[in-house]
């Protein structure tokens, strides 16, 4: 909380009279040429409040990221935060004298409630304490109890600044678990020892979220150094070109960076410590291409790639090198497909563990039927257009043989007898393999008398797991329909 007989310091996190949507920082205090008094030199968070970059008149008195970011305000119009106890009193306690309500005159006793009144007033015995938004800028006073249940506590969008600030408050919650402390705009440290006065975090916090807090790598690092169980950390949007967090990236099984201007996974890790890294976004990091991954992260079921100017076919020969990759988000249309195969076909027949692709669950059927046409189609290509995926090629043939390119043979499987079930009743059917799933829709429709619209498909091989017909557009050659299976009508 900033002292308001000291006035407020360098840092500072502040409102204009206590409105939460008018927060900013203080990057001056002192005068100002032609003006009386003290002046504070405030760069707001929103920058369309702001008049100017902290040079007025040809004069420098600070310096905004924005040109319009900053203003000059009295220091008599400065709130600066308030400490946290006052917050969740303001927040959870319940005044006694509104324990009962007035409707027209008449008032009304509050009963049902009774319980839960109790419960809020209890403060110190919360086990989640939410705080998002609020006017959060310090410690509570050094005798108030400790909220011994509390094991979530969020601080998202509050005034904290110092990072003292952050590791007092951590010592009244002793079981504290997860810790949200995003859109606080926290001081950066010039080196990763710089905390190294402080106590290590005792209370188990394996969660913790900084996402938007304007921090460095070395700042982060050394965030780190002081939460020895953290396991998942949210760090989007801040300022790190670099993620090298060291031995204390041994327990990290989560990392998101997300919209940080990393640009390459050669930055991260490094010294290959977070060996049990199981999930990592770097969703928008202006990641160009993606090489050298063979033997690191080798626990990684999880990549968000999406918003990257990923485009070369070689960055996902890279990814196979992730033996564990179940899930993969990245972004299809930087890539071109080959010979009639479209983006997914080719991502999926290149790597052989994934699961999941953009949110689509990848299938058995789909993955053979992938599998299975990118060796017909790429086979054939000319050298130069053949080459990068000359391995994935060889690897597909080892498990499915050469490609069959007798014409005749082909023929004679275009069209294939399958059972067309629903609720019980079936119906045998030759179907040409080139009808898509929509069309075999309709024809289902039309045999059960049933809305088109609602209707899903299933196939059920003769042997294998049943799998969903999902994408209209699909051919049933691409599911690899055969002779003897059974379609399965089901109404959504």
Known sequence: MVEEELGPSIGDRITKNGKIDERGSVRYVGP?????????????????????????????YFQTEHPTGGSFIKANVIDGGRDLLDQIRERYEINDNEEN???????????????????????????????????????????????????????????????????????????????????????????????????????????????????????????????????????????LTTFNPGQNGQKLRLVDLELNPVKSLEAIDPENFMENLENLSLQSCNVVTILGLNGRFRRLTTMNLKGNPINEWASINSLADLERLQTLFVTSTHFEGLNGLDVREMVIAKLSKLTMLNRGDVSAIERRSAELRFISKCNGLEETLKAPHEND????????????????????????????????????????????????????????????????????????????????????????????????????
């Open 32 to 60: 100002v040429e032609g003006q009386k008094g003290t002046w504070v030199g405030i760069e707001w968070d929103n920058t369309s409040r702001g008049r100017h970059n902290g040079t007025i008149e040809g004069k420098t």
């Open 101 to 239: 309500e007035k409707m027209g005159g008449v008032t009304i006793e509050k009963i049902g409630m009774n319980k839960v009144h109790d419960r809020q007033k209890n403060i110190f015995y919360l086990g989640v304490i939410c705080l998002a938004g609020m006017r959060v800028s310090s410690p509570p006073p050094k005798l108030t109890p400790h909220f011994i249940n509390c094991t979530e506590l969020n601080l998202h969008g509050n005034l904290l600044h110092r990072w003292k600030d952050v590791f007092e408050i951590i010592n009244f919650f002793p079981k504290l678990k997860e810790l949200a402390l995003g859109n606080n705009i926290m001081e950066n440290l010039a080196d990763v020892s710089s905390l190294s006065n402080f106590p290590i975090v005792t209370a188990p916090v394996f969660h913790l979220v900084l996402n938007y807090c304007k921090v460095t790598e070395t700042t982060i690092s050394a965030v780190l150094s002081r939460f020895p169980n953290v396991t998942d950390l949210y760090a989007s949007g801040n300022r």
């Open 393 to 492: 090629i060889k690897r597909l043939i080892q498990i499915h043989g050469e490609p069959v390119a007798d014409n005749n043979k082909a023929k004679k499987i275009n069209v294939v007898k399958v059972s067309i079930s629903y609720q019980g009743k079936s119906l045998l059917r030759p179907l040409p393999t080139s009808s898509t799933v929509s069309k075999v829709i309709e024809i289902a429709a039309r045999l059960f008398a049933l809305d088109p619209k609602a209707v899903t498909l299933w196939i059920e091989p003769k042997e294998g797991a049943a799998s969903k017909l999902s994408i209209p557009a699909r051919q049933l050659s691409f599911y690899s329909v055969e002779t003897g299976d059974t379609i399965r009508v089901e109404m959504q």
